[in-house]
């Protein structure tokens, strides 16, 4: 029998599209664990809806998924997720604490008074991890946006998940915090194997993580390395109008983009993956 570990990710012949809106069709791709996929494109590409095609939350028009070897399902707790970001009504009754500690899953924790302690001490280790210890008995409403979402990023870590998905993870938070949850992130792709699906907009702050790039475009994609993928000519193909790709003091600077795909941070897209998704 062979005993291969199948891939954190396998889409064979994916297609989705909604009516006649195609987002992307005849998608193979292999994720293996541990590795670090970055999913660019612009608004209404269908990063969300990939990231909810791998929840199960949403069936693909053909082909198939499957999340190591098995298809994709709703409700699985060896998949983290950091949805795109939404903030907490002032009143939601939950310390920034309780909210990390959402993330643990308690029945892998034997006597309930061991377990207790040893949940608490899980969650100040994620909360210090995020830079969250100062604010860790504050009710969740209260906290700016960026301090919530570093909570979501200990949440989504506290299982050491398999599979980690991010929904622009990065958006509302300064440099320093930035550079904390990336790093956090990667950490969990090489020191625990998990694969790392991670949306975004901006590819700088992560450059230095990514394995390979899915960068959705027109209803049309393609993957690679960073340096295969960010290159004028093919994103001149993607978006079939020049674009021109430059590196200058190890960032990627990509001008031309069309106006029509072009749009700032923050417009709100409703569709995104939502606190409804978390675990
Ligand atoms: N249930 C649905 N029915 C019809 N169209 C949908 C549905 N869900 C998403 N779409 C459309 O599919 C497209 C892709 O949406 P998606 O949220 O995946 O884009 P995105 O790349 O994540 O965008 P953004 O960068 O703005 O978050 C959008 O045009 C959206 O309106």
């Given amino acids: 029998m062979p005993s291969e570990t199948p891939p954190a990710i396998r889409l064979r012949g994916a297609s989705m599209a909604f009516g006649d809106r195609v987002l992307w069709e005849g998608l193979d791709l292999d994720v293996a664990p541990g590795e670090f996929l970055a999913v660019l494109g612009p608004n209404g590409s269908g990063k969300s809806t990939f990231l909810k095609v791998l929840l199960g939350l949403r069936p693909l028009s053909a ?11 709703a409700g699985s707790r060896r998949i983290g997720t950091i949805p795109q970001q939404k903030t907490f009504a002032e009143d939601t009754p939950l310390r920034a604490r309780d909210l990390v500690a959402l993330g643990i899953d308690g029945h892998r924790w034997g006597p309930r008074l061991f377990h207790r302690r040893q949940i608490n001490r899980t969650v100040d280790a994620l909360l210090e991890r995020v830079g969250a210890s100062d604010y860790a008995d504050q ?3 209260i906290l700016s946006g960026g301090e919530q979402q570093r909570l979501r990023a200990a949440q989504a870590l506290a299982d050491n998940p398999d599979l980690l998905l991010c929904d622009e993870p990065l958006l509302s938070l300064d440099m320093h915090h930035q550079r904390a949850v990336t790093s956090m992130i990667h950490h969990e792709a090489c020191d625990h194997g998990a694969a790392v699906v991670f949306v975004t907009h901006e590819i700088n702050p992560i450059l230095q993580n ?11 994609f393609h993957i690679g390395t960073v340096d295969e993928v960010m290159t004028s000519e093919v994103l001149s193909d ?8 430059f590196r200058t003091r190890g960032r990627i600077v990509v001008l ?12 709100g897209h409703s569709d995104a993956l939502d606190e409804g998704h978390l675990r």
């Fill in 238 to 245: 993607l978006y079939q109008s020049p674009i021109e790709v």
């Fill in 139 to 141: 009710p969740v409403g």
């Fill in 210 to 220: 990514i394995d390979r790039v899915l960068y959705l475009a027109g209803g049309r």
């Fill in 256 to 267: 031309g983009i069309p106006e029509a795909v072009e749009h700032p941070h923050g417009t």
């Fill in 63 to 73: 082909g198939t998924v499957e999340i190591a070897g098995k298809p994709a399902r």
